[in-house]
């Protein structure tokens, strides 16, 4: 190795080394506090360290990875979404009996699975990202082990991922079949010529795609989703929705446009009626749910299916689009989570939508955290949430694919009941189950809310004035 | 300058009142009092100045503009601009502004802080959505007045609140979002067209849409603004809104939210779609006087006071329907009176509703009657805002409907004759309200008190208002006059010439300041013609 590929792969190896580090400082017997300060400083030094790995790109790691800007672009959002978990972890663990200090090993793996993802131009590096993420993801669902959510939630998906991963293989062995290569550009290339996708392709592209999908959780793979998602202690969950979703979508954007994948009428079929039923489904079965973290599963579904949308047209709105929509989603689904771990007791999370009664005359601070975070997932205007479809519906509609935004607008709609469930229960009389205002760690705690405000006047601030993230977003995008 | 202060104010007044609210009660009030009389004033002071001043009677329909960049890389600016008809739709949300929170003065005694806060960011999306000439910036502020009312509605409202504020919100929601779909869909032929994306309005007017295309747009801002207006078969979010909102927010339903549908058909349908709106004219004057009679018809036969007043809404907006499509002269000054009249009239009865309820503590006209004889000074009022309400010659609201009428007559004798009809019913349910309410057999034998000083300051402030109206309103038809003057040019041509003129913008002249865009404006006609 150079040492060029030292400093394009810092932040790589930077995760790879806090994982070995931070089990050293465990078998140190240092306290929980200084485990998640020291693990904290490392994702600070980790994101720093895309600064300097940026100003080589592109850089190729022949054959498996290339660090260019887009990849660099995905991997600070992960390994931002990271460090906010990391922040709001420490009082849920805290109060937890198990003990937490593995759990930021854990979260660096998952963390180093997701931005190889991000980096990789090759069905290897692919696998591999998956792997580490996947493996990394099941202790961390089913960590607090003497809860019945949990267990249930990390087999479910141990058992599933596992599956989904086996076509995943399988699918990449019949392209290799088709194509002799796994090799992103040199698949691209033997399609060139092709006007119409051979069978033996399509059906290991197929293949791929439960694979993808089932990490994605768009619709019909999405059986697991409410489960997980209500399972995993709540800081996993958010780290599932954001980050975990974001590297898998970013190697999916790759991957089509590096083969132009969108020539093909089937591929683009396939394509639109997943982003359709996600839609529709994702939104119809949150309406009626009365658990909070259930119900934001199956909108994140919905989320999904809008940023399919966006992809589809494979214009250079849409990747702008995309990159928009993906740092808006990160910093709303941080934030409403980031609220619910806040809330969150010893004995159970705040996932209960009776636990939020009233929220706004006892922490009215806290309530509008999460109204905002609400009416940005909901894309009202004032909030990122808005440009972010926005940008979505242009994209779509410069293509012209009307029906697909029409579907966008109907289930948005139907998605805004439930989100406008959520705040009305909020606004709503006196009373509630609420702990009691003395907070166990009042510093953490401080900090969390401080991270938590930050991130509304984000959101507020990429909806009034988007202009400057959409710049960063375009010299960010994939080429 | 002063548009952009004009929002400031009051979007920086209501985060004021958010903020010192949590150590006073009193203050907030004092704060939005504050906050929207100088915004009148300063509105009142430069609409006085510019009626004496050369602009307004001249060919410049425009009379001020502001503009600064936005999101360049999507053409969207943050550009402001008024004439004669916004001027008055924004002088009329500060007056109802003024109005809204000295009528709430004593009915809110929780949060008051955060209440203020929602009446005036309220009043902000509404002043922008009267003032926004970038597309992307209508839509901006066409949702910005939502959130606060669904709050206002969902906080403070009724029994029924959560439910009427669901349903505002998402009838308000969807039919917006479908306006952004059209929004975009002539954002891009335009752009397809001349190469220059853009979401300004003056270079979006006379872009060339193919027919079909055009209707289907056109459809789009139709139904956000006939939601929000409403006509007839969109129109069952509002009675449940307006009954369950607070006093303050019925009165600016009625007053203010249901005219910016209207402006936003004179304003964006009529002149982006000329074709197109005249080829759905018939149907839409229809559904306008269908309107009028089934919502007086409703009206009558409610228990609920406030249902009631919100059923005349639906009644009412049939004639500014029936006249907008009408595209003649007569009928477009009536439709302008009939929106400050009906805002006037109507929130005067949604104050008196509230007064009444804070009284009795029902709505019910049931268990209402006789309190004529209690509070005679509340009865006389009573009476007189049936009067206006009804259409009585020397009130405003006679001018207007009587407007719409000769205007609609020359369109359209038939329906007109039926919308006729509708004045006899809105005098049927308006006397029956009196009836109920007032005369008859005293219900209630506990003591009520008759207006209080605050109380008669405001109807008086109403009352008054309504008779200069009907009296002298040259002021209001002349401020109007030359926006009107522009639609009617446009359809007229197009009667006469039966092509129509798509690429023509001197229609629509605007402030000469930007030299820069008339350029543009040149060029894109020159292309226009070549097309055709």
């Known amino acids: 190795m150079l040492g060029n590929d030292y400093i394009a792969l810092s932040p790589l190896l930077l995760l790879a080394g806090s ?49 260019d800007r887009f990849a660099i672009f995905i991997m ?149 989703t409410a489960d997980v998602y209500q399972g995993a202690p709540t800081p996993v969950t958010s780290f599932i929705a954001t980050a975990s979703k974001g590297g898998v979508l970013a190697v999916l954007l790759r991957f089509f446009f590096v083969i132009d994948g969108f020539r093909f009428r089937i591929i683009l079929l396939m394509f639109i009626g997943i982003a359709i039923a996600s839609m529709i489904i994702g939104n119809l079965l949150a309406l009626e749910q009365k658990n909070v973290k259930r119900m934001l599963a199956y909108s994140s579904i919905a989320h999904l299916g809008y940023l399919l949308v966006a992809l589809i047209p494979g214009s250079v709105l849409s990747i702008q689009a995309i990159g928009f929509y993906l740092v808006t989603y990160f910093i709303t689904i941080l934030t409403a989570f980031g609220i619910m771990t806040i809330l969150s007791t010893k004995e159970n999370d705040a996932e209960d939508i009776e636990s939020y009664k009233a929220l706004f005359w006892k922490r009215p601070l806290l309530a509008c955290i999460f109204s905002t975070a609400l009416l940005s997932l909901a894309g009202i205007p004032l909030t990122a949430g808005f440009v972010g479809k926005f940008l979505i519906l242009a994209a779509s509609l410069q293509t012209g694919f009307w029906l697909m935004a029409m579907i966008l607008i109907i289930s948005s709609v139907i998605g805004l009941y439930y989100y406008l469930r959520i705040i009305s229960k909020m606004f709503s009389g006196r009373g509630g189950v609420l702990p009691d205002e003395k907070r166990p760690h009042p510093i953490f705690y401080l900090i969390s809310v401080i991270v938590l405000s930050m991130l509304t006047l984000l959101i507020i601030w990429f909806g009034v004035y988007p202009t400057g993230l959409m710049y960063l977003v375009e010299y960010f995008q994939l080429k | 300058m002063i548009l952009t202060y004009l929002i400031g104010i009051l979007m920086g007044g209501g985060a004021l009142a958010l903020l010192l609210g949590q150590w006073n009660n009193s203050l907030p009030k004092w704060i939005a009092l504050c906050t929207v009389s100088i915004g009148f004033m300063l509105l009142v002071s430069f609409w006085i100045d510019q009626s004496y001043g050369p602009n307004i009677l001249l060919s410049e329909t425009w009379i001020t503009e502001y503009r600064h960049n936005w999101i360049p890389a999507y053409g969207i600016s943050f550009h402001l601009a008024v004439d004669g008809f916004s001027l008055l739709l924004l002088v009329l949300t500060f007056f109802l502004g003024i109005l809204a929170v000295l009528s709430s003065w004593n009915e809110v005694k929780k949060r008051v802080g955060f209440y203020h806060f929602n009446l005036l960011w309220i009043l902000a999306g509404i ?285 359209n004798t038939w329906l007109t004759v039926l919308a006729t009809c509708g004045l006899i019913f809105s005098a049927v349910y308006s006397l029956r309200l009196i009836q109920r309410v007032f005369l008859g057999p005293s219900k209630h034998l506990n003591p009520v008190q008759d207006f209080s000083c605050r109380e008669i300051t405001i109807m008086a402030a109403l009352t008054l208002t309504i008779l200069w109206l009907g009296l002298y309103p040259q002021p209001v038809i002349n401020t109007a006059r030359p926006m009107i003057h522009k639609i009617e040019e446009l359809f007229s041509k197009e009667n006469k010439g039966g092509r129509a003129l798509p690429g023509d913008k001197s229609l629509f002249l605007r402030p000469i300041k930007n030299i820069q865009n008339v350029h543009i404006e040149s060029a894109l006609s020159n292309t226009n013609s070549d097309v055709r």
């Open chain 1, 76 to 224: 600070g959002l992960i390994i931002f979404s990271g460090l906010v978990v990391n922040i709001l972890s420490y009082i849920y663990f805290e109060e937890k009996e198990e003990s937490p200090k593995e759990y930021y090993l854990l979260l660096f793996l998952c963390t180093l699975g997701t931005c190889v993802l991000a980096a990789s131009k090759h069905f290897i590096s692919l696998f591999l990202g998956l792997e580490i993420l996947t493996v990394g993801l099941y202790p961390l669902i089913a960590y607090l082990r003497t809860r019945h959510h949990n267990i249930e939630a990390g087999i479910k998906y141990l058992v599933l991922a596992a599956f989904s991963s086996a076509f995943l293989l399988f699918g990449m062995a019949l392209i290799y079949l088709q194509t002799g290569s796994m090799e992103f550009i040199t698949i691209g290339l033997s399609l060139h010529s092709l006007s119409s996708l051979p069978p033996l392709f399509l059906t290991g592209l197929g293949m791929m795609l439960v694979g993808v999908g089932f990490k994605l959780a768009v619709v019909p793979f999405h059986m697991w």
């Open chain 1, 19 to 67: 994982c070995v580090l931070i089990m050293l400082l465990i078998a140190l017997k240092l306290t929980h506090r200084n485990i998640q300060l020291s693990s904290l400083l490392l994702f600070i030094v980790t994101f720093f360290s895309l600064f300097y790995a940026q100003n080589l790109t592109p850089y190729h790691m022949e054959p498996l990875l290339v660090i």
């Open chain 2, 127 to 411: 002043s922008g959505v009267f003032m926004a000439m970038d597309l992307f910036l209508f839509y901006f502020f066409w949702e910005v007045m939502l959130i606060p009312m669904y709050f206002l509605i969902g906080i403070w409202g009724s029994e029924n609140r959560a439910y009427a504020a669901y349903k505002f919100f998402i009838f308000t929601q969807a039919s917006g979002l479908l306006m952004l779909l059209a929004i975009l869909g002539i954002y891009f032929i335009h752009g397809s067209n001349t190469g220059n994306y853009t979401f300004n309005y003056f270079e979006l007017l006379g872009t060339n849409i193919p027919p079909n295309t055009a209707f289907w747009l056109m459809l789009g801002f139709m139904i956000a603004f006939v939601v929000k207006l409403p006509l007839v078969p969109f129109h069952s979010w509002l009675p449940d809104a307006h009954s369950e909102a607070p006093t303050a927010g019925s009165l600016i339903l009625a007053g203010l939210l249901l005219k910016t549908g209207a402006y936003g058909i004179l304003r964006f349908v009529l002149p982006l779609f000329p074709e197109a709106a005249q080829s759905v004219a018939s149907w839409a004057m229809l559904l306008g006087v269908i309107g009028i009679i089934y919502g007086a018809i409703l009206a009558y036969s409610q228990t609920d006071l406030k249902r009631l007043i919100a059923y005349t809404s639906v009644s009412h907006m049939g004639f500014v329907i029936l006249g907008i499509f009408a595209f003649n002269e007569l009928a477009l000054q009536g439709v302008v009176m009939q929106l400050v009249t009906h805002a006037i009239s109507t929130g005067a009865l949604f104050i008196m509703a509230g007064m009444l309820k804070e009284r009795l503590h029902t709505r019910d006209m049931n268990l209402m009657g006789g309190l004529w004889a209690q509070m005679p000074q509340m009865g006389a009022t009573a009476m007189f805002l049936a009067m206006a309400s009804l259409g009585l010659p020397g009130l405003g609201n006679f001018i207007a409907e009587f407007l719409i009428l000769l205007g609609a007559f020359k369109a």
